[in-house]
Structure formats: C-alpha cells, structure tokens
C-alpha cells in the first residue's frame, strides 16, 4: 500500500525517516481527543496547537492555522526534537519550540497540549501580575502525577506574552529547573500542559481548567 498524502519524503526515493504507521497512530489519537476539547470551546478560532510524541527524534504536531474541531490526517505533520520540518513543506505553529523542548528535556513526555479557553485566558490576565495562580487544598491537585494528597499547593506559572519563542522557552527551561510543573498560562494566551501519553496530558489539562476556574469564581464570589 503506498504511502498517504503528506507522508511522503519530499526528497523523491528517499526513505522517510520515521514510522508512517506510527504516525498514522499519532495523528488519529491527536483528531479523535482535540475534536473533543474542541467541542467544549477550548480551541476558538483555529487556536492551539497539539503534538504526541512518535519516537525518540521525532514528533507528530498539528499543522498552523487547521481549524482543531475538523482535524484530519492531512492537518498532522512531523517535526523532529529541535522543531524542524521532516520530509514535508507543511508548516507548523510558531510555538512548536515549546513542544519539543518539553520532549528534549523529559524523555518520558509523550504529549503536549496547548489550548485557549475562556478560563485560561481571563485566569492568565488576572494573575499575570503575580506571576502564577497559587493552588492550594483542592482534592483535585491529586490529578497531577506524583501527588497523593488535596493536603498539598502549587504555584501554575504565568509567563509573559512574547512573540519571541526562543527567549519564551530559555524562561520555561530556568523555571524548570526549580520546581516540578506540570503545566503554565502565558499571559492572554492559554495553557500548555502535559503527560506521559494522551490520557495524561489530557487529565491534567481538564484538572488545571477546573481548578482555574474555582479560583476564578472564588474572586467574583468573594466580597
């Protein structure tokens, strides 16, 4: 059977340097749960962007400016570890960096996620100032691999907005290395969290919307 379009090398003859099948694995992973995180408004206006790890070089990621709620196999391309293009022309977010540095740093990640919903977005404004949102007592902080008590808090990041990707992950990379994170908010951007494969990043991306939104209620209710 020959290779779908967009999974072949672009180099004519040239053997891809990756798995098609792995990557038609990845791809059909990424449609099925973005379509859903899409369904609940969390990708508005061809926003976000998505990846899943393939093999130790290389990275499966959505394609720039693809509506996410009607992905398709074609809207799914390759990027190795350092975020460059694998035998395709195809382009992808401007953000890929912040993927693959995750990848590159964590060889147990298996997946990022990257979205814009309301929550996110008003809960980076509000607490941009301080720079996190400081978490502390839910018993939904046990959702976050390693933690086995609601008798615990963590500070979610809030970074400043830059369209400077590299400078963007040297301050995610130095945060990295003081604390454990399992996700951040740029400021009137979104979330990026993360997991060692799907149903992972996927817990802990709905556990930080969640819990985002009880602070968020908490500032209206509180007088």
């Known amino acids: 059977m020959p290779p779908k379009p967009g999974w072949y090398n672009l180099r004519m003859n040239a053997p891809l340097p990756y ?11 990424i449609i099925a749960n973005v379509r859903e995180l899409s369904e609940r408004g969390w990708t508005p206006a061809t926003s976000s962007n998505f990846s899943r790890r393939m093999d130790e070089r290389n990275v499966a990621i959505t394609v720039s400016g693809r509506d996410k709620g009607k992905l398709t196999e074609a809207d799914i391309m390759v990027v ?5 293009p694998v035998a395709t022309d195809l382009k992808s977010s401007a953000e890929t960096l912040l ?8 060889p147990e990640i298996g997946c990022v996620l990257h979205t814009h919903s309301h929550n996110q977005t008003v809960a980076s404004r509000l607490f941009a100032g301080m720079g996190h949102v ?8 046990k959702a976050f691999v390693g933690n086995t008590t609601h008798d615990t808090e963590i ?17 995610v990379d130095a945060l990295l290395d003081k604390q454990c994170m399992w996700g951040y908010l740029i400021d009137g951007h979104g979330l990026y969290a993360w997991g060692r494969d799907m149903a992972e990043a996927r817990r802990h991306l709905e556990a930080f919307e969640f819990l985002l939104g009880c602070e968020l209620d908490l500032r209206r209710l509180r007088p």
């Not at 190795?80 to 460059?84: A, C, E, P």
């Not at 500070?155 to 301050?171: K, R």
């Open 99 to 106: 993927h693959t540095q995750l990848y590159k740093r964590f």
């Open 19 to 29: 798995d098609p099948e792995r990557l038609a694995q990845c791809a059909g992973e």
């Open 134 to 141: 400081h978490l502390e007592g839910y018993e939904l902080l």
């Open 80 to 84: 190795d570890v350092d975020g460059q």
């Open 155 to 171: 500070d979610v990041p809030v970074f400043a907005n830059t369209q400077d990707m590299h400078t963007l992950a040297a301050q």
